[in-house]
Every structure is written in C-alpha cells, then in structure tokens.
C-alpha cells in the first residue's frame, strides 16, 4: 500500500481497492509534471530519485501517522521514480473514511509529510538546463 | 578493516551531482561523529561545501542529527532537502 | 463536465481528461455507500433521484463558482442516479489545478455545494425499511 | 385553461412519497403566489403538512421564495432538503 514505483502509477487500481462498505468517502490527491515557463525556456519532464529502502519505510511512516490522526479505513501512496512526463502522476494518495471531513484531511496531510520526511528528489529538466527543486543547484543560468 | 574504507557514503540529488558520484567509501575511527564524517568527505569533494547548512543525514536508514556516531560498516546517506510529491 | 448519470461512474476517465501540462495537483473526491448499521439492521443500498434538468445546471453552477473562487483549470463532477450499492461511487469531482492548495479547496468546496443547493435526494434502503435523508421520513421504525 | 389544471407541481424525495404522486396538476389563478399554490395542495394532500418547514421550491428550475408569482404554465418543483453526494 505504500510503494516506490518505476513505472506508471495504476489511480485506477488504487481507487478500485479503497472502496469499501464501512468508508463512504474517498480522498486522492494526485501530483503532475506542470510545465512552467521563465526565461524563454520551459520545463520538458520532471525525474525523481530515492534513497530506498528508506523512502518506502517513510511512506509507511506517513501513513502510520494518518491512521493515528484520523479514522481512515484504507490509506494508500505510490509514488513513481525516473522520469515524468508532463501531465504525468509522480505521486498518488488514497484514503478512504467513513466520513468527507477525515478523508480531505489525511489526504493533505499525507502529500505534506510526503513533502517534508521521504528521500525523495525531483530534478526539473527545462529546455535550457536542469534544477534540483529544494537545492535549486543545477545547469539553468550556468550558461 | 584498518586503514580500508569502512562506511559506506550514499549521495543523493543536488549532493551526488556536485560530488560527481552516487557513493563513495570513507575510513572512520570507532567513535567518530557524522560531523567528523563530513569534514572527511568534504576535503575530497569540496563542492559539496555549499550544501552544508541544508543538508540532512541518515545512518542506516533512519534521520540522525550531525553529532550522531558513525561505526564501521555503517550506511551513512547525505540527504539535500527532500522534493518528492 | 457537469453531468447526472444512470450507471456507474468511469471515476478514471474523469481523471485522465484532468491531467494536464498546466497543472501540477487533481484532487478528486468519491462519495460512495457506506453500510451503516443500526437496531439490527443494516443498510443494504442507496437510491438517487434528481430534478432534471434542475441538478445538471445546479452542478454547472457549482463548478462556475469554483472557478470564480480558485485558479483551477479543469473541474468535472459526476453524480449518479438509482442504486448505488456499497462501496460504489454516488459522485465524483475531479479537479486540477496548477496548485495542490487549490485544488483540495475546490474538491472540498464542490463537495459542501452539492449536499447544499443540487436538487438530488438520497433515500436509505436498510434492511428493516427505508430512509429519505435529510427529511428523515420514511418506513424505519413505523413497524 | 380556465378551471383546468394550469400549473404542473412536481415532487420529490419525501414529498412524493408522502403524496403518493410525483407530479401533481393544480389551478392557480393569474396573481397567485406560491404559499396560495401550496395551501391548494396542501388540502388535497394533508400527508404533506408536516413538510412546510423543511420544503424549497423552484419556479421553471430556478429556486423561489414562498411570495413568488406563479402564473398559469409554469413548473413547480416542491424540493425536500437535498441530499445528494
């Protein structure tokens, strides 16, 4: 329920397994390649790295904290490694609850937690260069 | 193991970028500190000297603050700021 | 986009039409039958009605409003009619945004609009008699 | 039309159920308002009454106040607290 993928992510699949009888709300939150523009260039795909195991025990770990938080029923994150294509899923969380109310809220918290604790990193590759996001060490504007 | 490169350094993103390499092999005492670790690494690869102030650290999978010992046979993993989702 | 449907939700489609270049976050939001239980009983399915065309153009509004209020660049929502039984999807509302914060707020809004002002009503079919939620008449409790 | 059932009143949900019609014709004369087209059908269908609180209306698809004209021709819909999603 909790995986680090090198291919493309199956939502479908994940949505089919979080409909359950005792939940009658599904959250999911899916991240996409967006395609920025600046400088005359734009972004061609994104392409993300893991340090693993380590990144699928903190995948766990958001969703050990959910369920800790919020009466969810089934909680699930995949989240894709290499690159992405624009419009692409990089990462998708669903959580299933008996109620709307937990359900929006785990399915937030758990793209943030995604955000702050799993070793995970995105490369922006743009038409002139490359950026690490959160290093912003890279090619761009070493021309 | 004396004198041989006894913790494994994994690199990633920004930091395997700068360094050139994804891992790479470093001799440490039995009660070394990750900071003695980093000042070790960082004589090699000094363009990972920037990085310092945001970089996170791992031993053996799980996040340890820079006065963390490190052991032989230790996994030891340089983490830049994480960008996932 | 907006539309009131007889059968099964294709919830996938909706999210392949959101994925776009432009957008880096689709939330999307499932409401599907929960079994409650109670005195015994249990509930066995949910029945939709709809004032139509009333609901369709009620559902376009909410998806107006939605688009006056966040910057989103795809809203969809399905609700469907009949039976619906447990664990399957009643609505689903899919939105994309260039932003993840947008586009949870737009899918929670949707969501809060549609149990406000979309003239659907959802009767309760346990096993010991019906429900009409939210007016709560119906034939539970008259034996 | 005079004396013919002119306005056609639509029920749902609840309201259908406890009249026991979905679509029910009422004569409204050319000022009436939609509290006078309710009071008409209240009297033929007195399972209704309890729902005066909770009921909204909508005139041709648009929701209405209970002052609201209703003219020969048009739709009235008598709608139980919404429920959906």
Redo the contacts between chains.
Sequence with gaps: MFRVVEGEIN??AM?SSA?????????????????DESDGASVEYLE????R???D?KLAEVGAEIRGKWDVRHVAIT?RLGKVA??????AIVV?S?R?GP??EA??YA?ER??????????EVWSDGYV????Q??TRGAK | MSGGKNVKVLLFGAAADLAGKREIGVSVAADSSLDELWEAVVVEYPRLSPMRQTLAFAVNGEYAEKGAKVSPGDEVAFLPPVSGG
Tied chains: 1, 3.
């Design positions: 939502v479908a949505i409909q359950r009888p005792d939940s009658g709300a599904i959250s999911t939150f899916i991240g996409t390649t967006r395609v993300y790295e893991a340090y195991p380590m990144a025990e989240h624009p419009g692409e899923a990089s990462v299933a008996p709307r359900a929006f399915s937030r793209i995604i955000k702050e604790i799993v070793p995970i990193w995105k490369r690490w996001v959160g290093s060490i890279g």
